[in-house]
């Protein structure tokens, strides 16, 4: 995060390339993505909001763009297949999915 902050500090918050996925996905060494209070309020019937549980349902190959990714947590999500994975993760906690098949590519 240092190493971030002193290149966008360096080069200025208005050069567009800061902003691009390209630029700054490979600062993350550390992703997140466990179910824990994760909730969104849908319109239900028309009439009462309803709470709704959001999860990771899939690891789409975006997931990759995280090039220098070292430690993944997904678990208690609802992950049935890891076909996905960034190239240099170390550590993948998928605790508390239903896992079926795990492709390595």
């Known amino acids: 995060a240092a190493a971030l902050y002193d290149l966008v500090d360096k080069l200025g918050p208005l050069n567009r390339n800061l902003r691009?996925?390209?630029?700054?996905?490979?600062?993350?060494?550390?992703l997140n993505l466990a179910v824990?209070?994760?909730?969104?309020?849908?319109?239900?019937?028309?009439?009462?909001?309803?709470?709704?549980?959001?999860?990771?349902?899939?690891?789409d190959e975006g997931?990759?763009?995280?090039?220098?990714?070292?430690?993944?947590?997904?678990?208690s999500n609802s992950l049935q297949v890891v076909a996905n994975l960034p190239p240099r993760l170390r550590f993948l906690h998928a605790y508390d999915n239903r896992i079926v098949g795990v492709s390595c590519r």
């Open 36 to 59: 824990r209070e994760a909730v969104r309020w849908d319109r239900g019937n028309g009439e009462d909001w309803q709470k709704r549980r959001i999860t990771v349902a899939d690891l």
């Open 20 to 30: 691009s996925a390209g630029f700054l996905l490979p600062f993350f060494r550390d």
């Open 63 to 75: 997931i990759c763009a995280f090039s220098n990714l070292d430690k993944l947590d997904v678990g």
